[in-house]
């Protein structure tokens, strides 16, 4: 079969995406950063299930360890053919004002540069041109790049903007080298991330002005991702999933 690599995949969407691409067949290549023993709570699951996956650590931020994570997934046996770029990182809830240079480049080199990097390295070895089997790239953004995230986090909103943008540009780059790229906005889902952002029950407080008014699960994110990596999405290409209750 072929490998999927998801980043970021030790919890959240991650997770969550990572167990429905076993399910579909793939050996799914589980990154994280820190919290290993979550990642490998991850590929036990996935193996209780019948399925095949494995642990991969690297900070998608380090230019080394990206590279360091390829050359394990070369050594495999089977041909990338799916990359999720998922694993992103936000701070504490403040206005611009507040911001610091250091917090700003953080969030842009994990949320942007680290997405480059892994693009990067899985177009070297999907695309048709450097004799890959072609394949799906799917980037998680948010709809905080259409939002903004006023009073929040408006340095991640706009590391999410390049995402989009990334996304444009490199689906139209490697459309006619056999490799589709698409994106997801998801908006208010039940993950650990809000926590990071200085409030762990924020998807409760702010669903009701949601049009749905209730917020997502992770599993309803992982099914588009799912899809768009598929063949029933084989004439999809620089596009984006909403995944946001309506908003
Ligand atoms: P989460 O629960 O906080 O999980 C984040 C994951 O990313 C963890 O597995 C973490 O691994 C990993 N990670 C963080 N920094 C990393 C790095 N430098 N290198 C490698 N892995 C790293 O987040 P989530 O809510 O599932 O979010 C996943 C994606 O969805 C993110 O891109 C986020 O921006 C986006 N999103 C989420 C929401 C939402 O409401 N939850 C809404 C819109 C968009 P370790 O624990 O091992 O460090």
């Given at each position: 079969?072929?490998?999927a ?5 030790s ?10 691409l076993a399910q579909e ?5 589980v990154?994280y950063?820190r919290?290993?023993?979550?990642a490998a ?5 996935i ?10 650590q ?8 990206v590279?360091?994570m ?11 053919t799916a990359?999720?770029?998922?694993a992103g ?6 206005t611009?004002?507040n ?8 969030v842009l080199?994990t949320?942007?540069?680290g997405?480059?990097l892994?693009c990067?390295?899985a177009v ?10 072609g394949?799906?790239i799917v980037?998680?953004s948010?709809?905080a ?6 009073g929040?986090?408006v340095d991640y909103?706009a ?7 990334l996304?444009?540009?490199l ?6 080298q ?5 994106g997801?906005r998801?908006g208010?889902?039940?993950t650990?991330?809000h926590?990071?952002?200085g409030e762990p029950?924020?998807v409760d407080?702010v669903k009701s ?6 917020g997502g699960?992770?599993?309803?994110v992982a099914?588009?991702i799912v899809?768009?990596l ?5 004439y999809v290409t620089?596009?984006f999933l ?6």
């Amino acid at each position: 079969m072929a490998i999927a690599l998801v980043t970021g995949a030790s919890r959240g969407i991650g997770r969550a995406t990572a167990k429905q691409l076993a399910q579909e067949g793939y050996t799914v290549a589980v990154n994280y950063q820190r919290n290993g023993s979550a990642a490998a709570a991850v590929v036990e699951a996935i193996s209780a299930q019948g399925g095949k996956a494995f642990a991969v650590q690297a900070d998608i931020s380090d230019e080394r360890q990206v590279m360091a994570m390829f050359a394990t997934l070369d050594q495999q046996g089977e041909p990338l053919t799916a990359l999720v770029n998922n694993a992103g990182i936000l701070f504490e809830q403040c206005t611009i004002e507040n911001l610091t240079a250091e917090r700003i480049n953080q969030v842009l080199t994990t949320n942007v540069t680290g997405y480059f990097l892994c693009c990067r390295e899985a177009v070297k070895r999907m695309s048709h041109k450097h004799g890959g089997a072609g394949g799906a790239i799917v980037n998680v953004s948010s709809a905080a790049s259409r939002l903004g995230a006023p009073g929040e986090y408006v340095d991640y909103a706009a590391s999410k903007g390049a995402v989009d943008s990334l996304t444009i540009g490199l689906s139209m780059e490697v459309a006619a080298q056999g490799i589709r790229v698409n994106g997801v906005r998801p908006g208010l889902i039940y993950t650990e991330i809000h926590a990071s952002g200085g409030e762990p029950g924020r998807v409760d407080r702010v669903k009701s002005a949601l049009p749905m008014q209730r917020g997502g699960q992770p599993e309803e994110v992982a099914q588009a991702i799912v899809w768009l990596l598929s063949e029933k999405a084989s004439y999809v290409t620089g596009g984006f999933l909403d995944l946001a209750g309506g908003k």
